[in-house]
């Protein structure tokens, strides 16, 4: 059974339509890439699985449906889902946002006890923890929101665009640290993106949206030799 | 935007103004002088409208340029001479006699609209509920103002206007006399309203409220319209003001209280914002709901005298819940079966005209 | 003849202090509301006087004094809650002007709903402090501005410990900040928003009863203090509770050394002059004193 699965899911924001109907699916341990051009509706994808937009069909969350539940019931099944823009919380500190990604598990001791991994992940987070997120370069500010999801131990982690705005570089090493927590902590990750062929290196199935519909589907490596994604989306 | 057949809105108009024209005959003094009132809030509420319906500022300090307007009117109806007479003791740079009241009353208008104006300046810089909270402000402050300042404001005791007669000697009784200035002018302040609303002004106000950086875009200077809506809405105020005065021939600190400002803004509300139609729903509400609310007429029952400010207070929180146009936005809805009807009667509806 | 005139100042500025106090408590429970809900709340002092006339008929009714401000306290909290998910929640995404004119729907019900239940005839309530003075240093200090200064300033820092080190506190924080991001940390910032107004009620209801002896309780005693705590507000910043604690204590001072020490100033201009500085002031930092500055470029 998939951990994720969406079937011909409809959304809209008022009376505009994004969704046409996306049927996509999530195995446990899997890392897939939802790829796309501006507007064919990746970041509606992962609201709707949240709960941030309004929707009609089904989503299923480890055979559960969570296609009616509100937002904070979502989280709590264990996905984290890191929005376009980070959605830190500027104005408080970096340990608060963590005390935050804390917050759906309930516990006061969660954020003590996870500390020493994500202090491994991040080791700069340590030195910084009293800083205020908002001050934060763009990188670390994408790598703090990386941290406050995992706080939370999700079984489901959806990261939108985690490549916007940052240095290859920053990218590469982000890329890296979803992969080894892929890896060894079995974390499965759905990531939407732009940047394709980062995107794909790291995922093993990629679907591609075009306008609020899957419109092509498979293997990384089928789709990096696929005529159509190479013309579109890896520019070659 | 509504489209609702000229035919169907013009017979509507005429009906209201026979309506108000034939009041006289059917009703007693008592009645007739409510009914002047309602004329008096009709002008102020025309005023509200323009400047929170229209152009989106909120105001609560309406029943303040109310005051301003009725001590501007008894101050000139009074003049040097007449103060004195009062007891106060007036500064020189008063005009030595009083004027006639029907002269006051576009003076005292022009002289609210000219401080709307001024506060309108400093007003650019703040917006929505700054503003809110600055024209309360200057609503509470007012009265204040007014009891400090005795020599020109008779103080505390306020002041007292002689009793109003029918000007030049026509032969109509005073308070018919009353009840047409009131509607005359409220019929003329009506036709000015419609005129801006409808034209540039009217949609440049519009667009500034709907959105004002998109205003902007569109070749609208918001700080020149924004202060003419100050000045506009003030300059009725002051009008309404200077009739309230003179129907009620007395004037002190206490006339225009907060409490004032708070009601004209909820009756605009309950009435319709943005809407020239729900000023008239919003006049009667104000003269009519605090005494009915107070003595039902079916009930055998005085309820207490803070039974209308309760009802008042719900009516207005059941309308921004449920139907935030207002009593004229539901006229509206309620009002499509007859539209429908009349547009399959005829041939197809003849003129369309865009309503407000 | 100088020690005599620096007595009587020392002694303006603690009144001025404690009635301060009052405006930054009521003023803090505005703040508080804007900075979660983004609503001005037009009703907050008319909500204030009802909890105080509660407090009243508890004490009426044989109470002691302590004993009736917790217990109004609770009420009013609950009170506060109960608006926010009754009223305010089906609005809650309108225009703000639409929001605004139902707190102010609100302020007109409460208060003929408070006449209607009480009459509007003046009623005493007592202070919990003794009406003597201390002499510090030849300055006479009225116990009761004391009194009131320090309720005030203990409720305050009890709601800054809230925030700052609770996990609730936290949450809300985190709504005022950002609230979409705060649902997907599994914040109910629905509940969230409701507590903000349950705990703004209760610094209302404290800010009150603390102006009731003084103030004589009758229904619109708390409109003048309301515009005060607008004010205050406004001065410090609407979206900074430092600011209108700030702001209130300033306002409380500055009333009453203008009041006693400029002429021309006597007890009716009080009011007036106070809101002239503040409009001064925004003037010059229109954001108030510790508010942020948002920018539209147009």
Known sequence: MPLLELRDVQARYGQIRALHGVTLLVEEGEIVALLGANGAGKTTTLRAVSGMVRRSGEILFDGRPIGRRAPDAIVRHGIAHVPEGRGLFAELSVWENLRMGAYVR????????????????????????????????????????????????????????????????????????????????????????????????????????????VAISGESDELRRHEGVRKSYLGY | MRWVPVGLKAAVLAAAVALIVLIPQWAGEFRLGQFTYVGIYFVALLGLN????????????????????????????????????????????????GMRPIFVIPLAGLITGLIGYLFGLPAL????????????????????????????????????????????????????????????????????????????????????????VAAVSSGVSPAAYKTLAFAVSSAFAGVAGALFVIQVSYINPDTFPIGLSILLLASAVVGGLGSLSGVIFGALLLEFLPIYAQNPPVLDFSFSKQAPSVVFGVVLILIVLAAPGGVASLLRRGGRPVRLALARRGSGPSRLAKEE | MLAFAWAEFFQQITSGLATGSIYASLALALVLIYRTTHVVNFAQGEMATFTTYIAWTLMNHGLTYWLAFVLTLLIAFAGG??????????????????????????????????????????????????????????????????????????????????????????????????????????????????????????????????????????????????????????????????????????????????????????????????????????????????????????
């Open chain 1, 106 to 213: 309930g516990e006061r001791r969660t954020l003590s006890a996870e500390a020493p991994r994500i202090f491994s992940y991040f080791p700069w987070i340590e030195r910084r923890r009293n800083q205020q997120a908002g001050t934060l370069s763009g990188g670390e500010q994408q790598m703090l929101a990386l941290a406050r999801a995992l706080v939370g131990r999700p079984r489901l982690l959806m990261l939108d665009e985690p490549s916007l705005g940052l240095a290859p570089t920053v990218v590469r090493e982000l890329f890296r640290i979803v992969s080894e927590l892929n890896a060894k902590d079995g974390l499965t990750v759905l990531v939407v993106e732009q940047n394709a062929s980062i995107a794909l290196e790291a995922a093993m199935r990629a679907y591609v949206l075009e306008v609020g519909k």
């Open chain 2, 50 to 97: 323009i400047l929170t319906g229209y152009n989106g500022q909120i105001s609560l300090g309406h029943g303040a340029f109310m005051g301003i307007g009725a001590y501007a009117a008894a101050i000139l109806i009074l003049g040097r001479d007449g103060l004195s007479l009062a007891g106060t003791d007036p500064p020189g740079w008063l005009p030595e006699h």
């Open chain 2, 125 to 212: 810089r703040l917006a929505g509920v700054s503003l809110a909270l600055a024209t309360f402000a200057v609503a509470v402050s007012l009265p204040l103002i007014a009891k400090h300042y005795e020599t020109v404001t008779g103080g505390g005791g306020g002041v007292s206007l002689p009793l109003p007669t029918t000007p030049f000697g026509w032969d109509i009784s005073t308070p018919h006399w009353l009840y047409y200035e009131a509607w005359t002018t409220a019929g003329i302040l009506f036709v000015v309203a419609w005129l801006l609303v409808r034209g540039r002004v009217g949609r440049a106000w519009r667009a500034i409220r709907d959105g004002e």
């Open chain 3, 81 to 298: 809650v109960g608006v926010e998910r009754a009223l305010i929640r089906p609005v809650e995404h309108r225009p703000e002007i639409v929001i605004v004119i139902l707190t102010i729907g609100l302020l007109i019900v409460i208060n003929g709903l408070t006449g209607w239940i009480w009459g509007a005839d003046v009623k005493a309530v007592d202070s919990p402090f003794p009406n003597r003075s201390v002499d510090i240093a030849g300055v006479f200090i009225s116990i009761q501005d004391i009194g009131t200064f320090c309720v005030c300033l203990v409720s305050v820092l009890v709601l800054w410990a809230f925030f700052r080190f609770t996990t609730l506190g936290l949450a809300m924080r985190s709504v005022a900040v950002n609230a979409d991001a705060s649902r997907l940390m599994g914040v109910r910032v629905g509940w969230m928003l409701a507590l903000g107004w349950g705990l703004a009620a209760a610094l209302g209801a404290i800010a009150g009863l603390m102006a009731a002896p003084t103030a004589f309780l009758d229904p619109n005693m708390m409109l003048v203090i309301l515009v005060y705590a607008f004010a205050a507000a406004v001065l410090g910043g609407i979206d900074s509770p430092v600011g209108a604690i700030v702001g209130g204590l300033i306002l409380g001072v500055a009333v009453n050394l203008l009041g006693r020490y400029v002429g021309g100033v006597g007890e009716e201009l009080k009011l007036p002059t106070a809101l002239a500085i503040l409009l001064i002031v925004l003037l010059v930092r229109p954001a108030g004193l510790f508010g942020r500055v948002i920018v539209r470029r147009v």
